[in-house]
């Protein structure tokens, strides 16, 4: 199959081909193989290829609702059995997956055909994907920028054409970043409803999930059957599910829907004026589609959330660094020094303030499910602005030998909990404020790709639901999906 019939065809489309007997799953995966020796020289989104193993699986015979189609997953938890989990950092050299992750396994029983691990920035701790061990993700649309992060290899590749979807996570908009950044669907699935096992009952509580970054919705919602086809044994609990399909939901009409919208930073920082247009636009196209829409947020205090999900990252970050270390015999040496500044963070933390802060997350939930009282959905913009250049947010040599001296003499963790460096840290989201509300609490959200800037660069917009809300959401995008077309739109690559 030529790649440019291949790229006329999604995930489901690529299955019937399969189905039909039309191609076969190693035609297709020679064609995907063929575009990423192609293009990942210039975007470097597949960091672990694993050609071999993925053409003895296409000469197998495969069933499933994706069977033969060609897929990617995140070099992050999504563990493959006989393959390095590299998550973006040195200190994984020595590991290698015994099993596979549950999602992998789904992934694997609806027939998919993996070929590779997607670029992810340092234990998925960022929203750019530039990891020292493996160099910098670049946008496909526009190569001196970020694909965004943490799932910036998935976004790339999916932007580039080497798969019409791929695995990706999300723990503070690590689906919706890069996808609002690539031009790209990404829906973040609600708490609980992907197992995170068979290694953990959860991720940060139930704020990250498993999730993929596709071109078409109907992908997102045949991939969320796939990932949600039995509950999960060892999950903490037993999330709820429609009676129908995801897949035939999303083709229903999602009726008029009351739409509230903002483009204010929950941080109070300034808000790009093409951020700004992409919301406005999106709620004049929303208002023509018949739904109610009008400007509206929910009572939070963003600065105290943004605070409390950073505090969480920094306690996670110690952790992981940890277990790294007992585990894998990991040094310092082995991370990156952000990575050994924020955990150094997370160790100054104490018991009691890190269960009060959790106790915390329960009323941002509550306040939002006062707003979804009112409003079926909250539209933001997806990021505060453009993707950043290559580069841009890297610390200065400066600030990097005062942070290396810090950790020398052990007083870094209590400088980051300063009220100074505490607003440095939080100035860095000033360019993804809106993404981290649904992941405290568990809401199911979206990026939506409805807006290009004038230098050609993708800008997602954002929606989030209330509990369960997945079905309204993927109808939703599959009526803004047929009124404003983008998976055609591809990148000058």
């Given amino acids: 199959m030529e790649y440019a019939e291949y790229r006329r065809f999604d995930a489901v489309g690529l299955a019937e081909l399969v189905s039909s007997g039309e191609v076969a799953p190693g035609e297709l995966l020679e064609t995907a193989i063929e575009r990423a020796e192609k293009v990942n020289g210039r975007i470097n989104a597949i960091v672990r290829p694993m050609f071999d193993i993925a053409r003895e699986r296409a000469a197998q015979p495969l069933t499933g609702a994706l069977a033969g189609v060609p897929f990617l997953i995140k070099d992050l ?13 040195r200190s994984t050299r020595n590991h290698t997956a015994t099993r596979h992750s549950a999602t992998v396994q789904r992934w694997l029983d609806a027939g998919l055909v993996i070929f590779g691990r997607t ?29 965004g992060g943490s799932s910036g290899g998935a976004a790339a590749a999916v932007a580039a054409g080497v798969v019409p979807v791929a695995g990706a996570s999300d723990g503070g908009g690590s689906i919706r970043i890069p996808a609002g950044s690539c031009g790209l669907f990404g829906l973040k699935p609600g708490r609980g409803l992907v197992p995170a096992g068979p290694d953990h009952a959860e991720l940060m509580h139930g704020g990250a999930t498993d999730g993929v970054i596709s071109r078409t919705v109907r992908d997102t919602a045949v991939m969320l059957d796939v990932l949600t086809a039995r509950p999960d044994p060892g999950g903490p609990y037993l999330a709820a599910r429609p009676d129908l399909p995801y897949a035939e939901l999303a083709r229903r009409s999602p ?19 093409h951020a700004i247009a992409a919301v406005e636009n999106t709620a004049a196209l929303l208002a023509g589609l018949g739904h109610d829409v009008e400007e509206a947020e929910p009572e939070i205090d963003g600065r105290q959330l943004s605070r409390d999900f950073l505090s969480t990252w920094y306690v996670q970050l110690a952790q992981g ?24 963070g997370g160790r100054e933390t104490k018991a009691t303030e890190y269960v009060e802060l959790l106790g915390r997350w329960n009323g941002y939930s509550r306040a939002l499910a006062d707003f979804h009282d009112r409003y079926d959905l909250l539209l933001t913009p997806t990021l505060g602005h453009p993707p950043a250049r290559i580069g841009e947010l890297e610390m200065s040599p400066a600030l990097r030998k005062a942070i290396e001296l810090l950790l020398r003499v052990r007083l870094a963790g209590k400088v980051v909990r300063t009220k100074v460096v505490n ?16 992941n405290i609490t568990g809401r199911p959200a979206m990026s939506v790709p409805l807006h290009t800037t004038p230098e050609g660069l993708p800008l997602g917009v954002q929606f989030v639901g209330g509990l369960g809300s997945e079905p309204t959401l ?14 055609h739109l591809e990148p000058p690559l």
């Fill in 77 to 89: 938890h999504q563990d493959y059995a006989g393959v390095r989990t590299g998550g973006g950092s």
């Fill in 255 to 273: 009726g008029k829907l009351r739409i509230g919208f903002t483009c204010r930073s929950p941080l109070g920082f300034p808000v790009s004026s």
């Fill in 423 to 438: 607003d440095v840290v939080l100035k860095n989201l000033e360019k993804v404020p809106f993404t981290q509300l649904a």
């Fill in 119 to 147: 670029n992810t920035p340092e234990l998925g701790a960022k929203g750019i994907t530039e990891p020292e061990v493996n160099g910098p993700t670049r946008n496909p649309w526009h190569t001196d920028h970020t694909p």
């Fill in 321 to 344: 660094v940890e277990a790294l270390k007992r585990e894998l015999g990991a040094a310092d040496e082995d991370f990156e020094l952000d990575t050994r500044l924020l955990a150094a």
């Fill in 474 to 487: 993927l109808s939703l995008a599959t009526q803004l999906e047929s009124e404003h077309p983008w998976a």
